[in-house]
């Protein structure tokens, strides 16, 4: 569950745990994270749409 959690997170879709202890090198692996996934999904997205146009 704890991935599931993380990926919600990284896609704005729920609140990051205030707990969580704070630091720089963290915080930039998590915004390549999320640029990555982001990336990720506009690219399914795009094959999607050439496969149901040819």
Do not use: T
């Not at 609140?15 to 998590?30: E, F, I, N, Q």
Request: with cysteine.
């Amino acid at each position: 569950m704890g991935v599931l959690k993380q990926l919600a997170e990284y896609l704005f879709l729920k609140k990051k745990d205030p707990g969580r202890p704070k630091s720089s090198w963290v915080g930039y692996m998590h915004n390549i994270n999320r640029l990555s996934i982001f990336l990720f999904i506009i690219c399914m997205i795009i094959l999607i749409i050439k496969l149901l146009r040819s």
